[in-house]
């Protein structure tokens, strides 16, 4: 059993930037590949990123490309979002995940077996 809990969230105006953390609880952190999906009011959850076990290999939508990056310290059990550049449309809430094995790759929801509660982002024009 892991849990997340993720912070840093808050608001912010456009062009700004913020850095998400997600800390997990646990020994086996680092056995883990990690993701970060938003869901905006009305709309479905979606991939942002994701991290492999070692932090060797990363993955973006392409929404976020070049603005957001993930990162893990195994060390701290901790997973971060930084997001720079910040646009209007980037509001929803964030919520991390974790994923043991990635049989349905780093994007699908479905695939991920542990939630945060999520925290809300929200960015002003």
């Known amino acids: 059993q892991v849990q997340l809990v993720e912070s840093g969230g808050g608001l912010v105006e456009a062009g700004g930037s913020l850095r998400l953390s997600c800390a997990a609880s646990g020994r086996t952190f680092s056995t883990y590949a990690m993701g970060w999906f938003c869901q905006a009011p009305g709309k479905e959850r979606e991939f942002v990123a994701a991290i492999d076990w070692s932090g060797g290999n990363r993955y973006y939508a392409d929404s976020v490309k070049g603005r957001f990056t993930i990162s893990r310290d195994n060390a701290k059990n901790t997973v971060y979002l930084q997001m720079n550049s910040l646009k209007p449309e980037d509001t929803a809430v964030y919520y991390c995940?974790?994923?043991?094995?990635?049989?349905?790759?780093?994007?699908?929801?479905?695939?991920?077996?542990?939630w945060g509660q999520g925290t809300q982002v929200t960015v002003s024009s």
């Open positions: 995940a974790a994923d043991k094995n990635w049989y349905t790759g780093p994007i699908a929801t479905t695939g991920y077996d542990y």
